[in-house]
């Protein structure tokens, strides 16, 4: 039985991404997953999939909207589900076969079952129990629960973002419980597939923990995309009776009792930590009051040699930020100095328009105490976006007044998630907002409006 310089627990992209480092840095690794396939939730039921299906809806919502709109007549475009799934299977399983290609590549054992954390260095799957220098927990994250919901993603009427990605079919109505991430991705995905759509949330805006203004701006577009939002309200059980779902909910402001009837409800209202059977509680290891594992600066649990990563500990639930830790921990272990800056992750929507954010929002540079400027520029003012017929939104830049430091950047607009990271490089390099703005940006490109809105915190913006 060899002797491990580290055993990875979970193959998502916090544990893979360790995996590949920790071997690279000349480690001897092996990585536990109980699942059949590499990749985590992210490949598997997460990431990956979702954006397949957002990008097969995306371009059916195109031949229906805007090919006419371009000259492109009479595209009848039917949907086949069956073929749209297995779209989404093959792009899942590209991926997760690259990562078993990526573990061969690197000499990483993968070590099949579910790990048990016997004692500091002694990880057992099934009957065995395997020595190691070091074991990181990336055990990821599960959908969380909803009292007097009772989810069973078999039955495909009440569902969490697992059963949503994998329907027998398209419903004709779906009730989202939760405006957040997965709610507005799924909810997009089956309203352009032609279901009716009703987002419940808890809420009185969508998105928690978004710049308001963009919070309201992308309700305002979903909203002439076809879904219905009922915001304040909560939501207190779903009831099935003949395969249509009730869901009842109260509204917040005033107390009053209604329900809405749907062919599918998908509860989509947040993710828990993971660390069932990993034997933690009986190690001693401790947790956080919300069940997510403590670490130190270094990802080091109270238990030394025991590290953990990614949804399993405390940051904003992204395959990015859990594959940062994952390379920041391998260096670690190794001796080396691995570093996350928290500061700088940016967040994506994958809807279209897609939203994407970095930093501070206006809310969270205001109550810091700062002094701040904002630099907006709408896409109305780009021609990129309005050949695209996606002008709607907006880049909103937020700066330092003092310094003109960069603290933030919200956009809602057509690729906002690729534009998104010139900013990230900024920030990381402590730009001001003059750096963008005087940084040329080819024409005719999206990305142009980043840089009208770093415009906007100087002398002001050209097309507006
Ligand atoms: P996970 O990916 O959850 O992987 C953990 C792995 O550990 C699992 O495969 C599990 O089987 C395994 N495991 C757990 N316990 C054990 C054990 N005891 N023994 C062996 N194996 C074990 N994030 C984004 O950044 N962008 C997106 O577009 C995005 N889309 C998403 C869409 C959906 C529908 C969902 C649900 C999530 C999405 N996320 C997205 C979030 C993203 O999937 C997670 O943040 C990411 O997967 C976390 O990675 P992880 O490595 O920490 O854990
Ligand atoms: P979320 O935290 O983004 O949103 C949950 C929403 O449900 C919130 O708006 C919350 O107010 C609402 N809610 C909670 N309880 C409720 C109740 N009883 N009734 C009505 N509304 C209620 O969680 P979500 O969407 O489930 O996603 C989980 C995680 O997965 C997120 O942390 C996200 O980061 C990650 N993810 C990331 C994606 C991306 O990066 N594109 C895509 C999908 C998921």
């Given at each position: 039985m060899p002797t491990y310089d580290l055993i990875v627990i979970g193959a998502g992209p916090g544990g893979y991404v360790c995996a590949i480092r920790a071997a690279q840095l000349g480690l001897k690794v092996a990585c536990v997953e109980g699942r059949d396939t590499l990749g985590g939730t992210c490949l598997n039921v997460g990431c990956i999939p979702s954006k397949a299906l957002l990008h097969a809806s995306h371009m059916l919502h195109e031949t229906h909207e805007n090919f006419a709109k371009m000259g492109l007549m009479d595209a009848h475009v039917n949907v086949d589900w069956t073929r749209m799934q297995g779209y989404k299977a093959d792009t899942v399983g590209t991926n997760t076969k690259g990562i078993e290609f990526l573990f061969k590549k690197n000499k990483i054992?993968?070590?099949?079952g579910w790990a048990e954390i016997e004692a500091p260095g002694k990880v057992r799957v099934g009957d065995t129990t395997y020595e190691t220098k070091n074991i990181v927990i990336a055990s990821g994250s599960e959908p969380s629960s909803l009292k007097g919901v009772t989810v069973d993603n078999e039955g495909g009427v009440v569902v969490d973002s697992t059963g949503a990605l994998a329907l027998p079919g398209i419903p004709k109505s779906m009730v989202v419980i939760g405006a957040g991430v997965i709610g507005l991705e799924l909810g997009s995905v089956y309203a352009r597939l032609g279901a009716e759509v009703t987002v419940v949330e808890f809420?009185?805006?969508?998105?928690?923990?978004?710049d308001g203004e963009v919070q309201k701006q992308f309700q305002r577009i979903l909203a002439k995309q076809g879904l219905k939002f009922v915001l304040g309200a909560a939501v207190s059980g779903v009831t099935v009776e003949n395969g249509t779902a009730k869901v009842a909910y109260t509204l917040r402001k005033d107390n009053s009792e209604h329900s809405i009837e749907a062919a599918t409800v998908l509860v989509a209202t947040g993710r828990r930590p993971y660390v069932t059977g990993l034997g933690l509680d009986k190690l001693g290891v401790e947790m956080t009051d919300r069940g997510f594992v403590k670490v130190d600066?270094?990802?080091?649990?109270?238990?030394?040699?025991i590290y953990a990563i990614g949804d399993?500990?405390?940051?904003?639930?992204l395959a990015h930020k859990a594959e940062d830790e994952g390379m920041a921990v391998a260096e670690v272990i190794a001796g080396k100095h691995g570093h996350v800056n928290y500061g700088v992750i940016p967040g994506v929507i994958y809807t279209t328009p897609e939203v994407a954010s970095v930093g501070m929002t206006e809310e969270m540079a205001k109550e810091s105490g700062r002094k701040i400027k904002v630099g907006k520029f709408p896409f109305m003012g780009n021609a990129r976006a309005k050949a695209l017929f996606q002008a709607d939104g907006f880049v909103k830049m937020i700066a330092?007044?003092?310094?003109?430091?960069?603290?933030g950047c919200h956009i809602i607009g057509p690729n906002a998630g690729e534009m998104i990271h010139e900013v990230c490089v900024a920030m990381e390099f402590g730009a001001s907002a003059q750096d963008i703005a005087l940084t040329c940006h080819a024409h005719p490109t999206c990305s142009e409006a980043v840089r009208e809105a770093a415009l906007a915190l100087g002398d002001g913006a050209i097309h507006v």
């Open positions: 054992d993968w070590i099949k809420l009185d805006v969508i998105t928690p923990g978004m600066p270094h990802w080091q649990t109270s238990l030394p040699g399993a500990v405390p940051g904003p639930m330092d007044a003092d310094t003109d430091r960069v603290l």
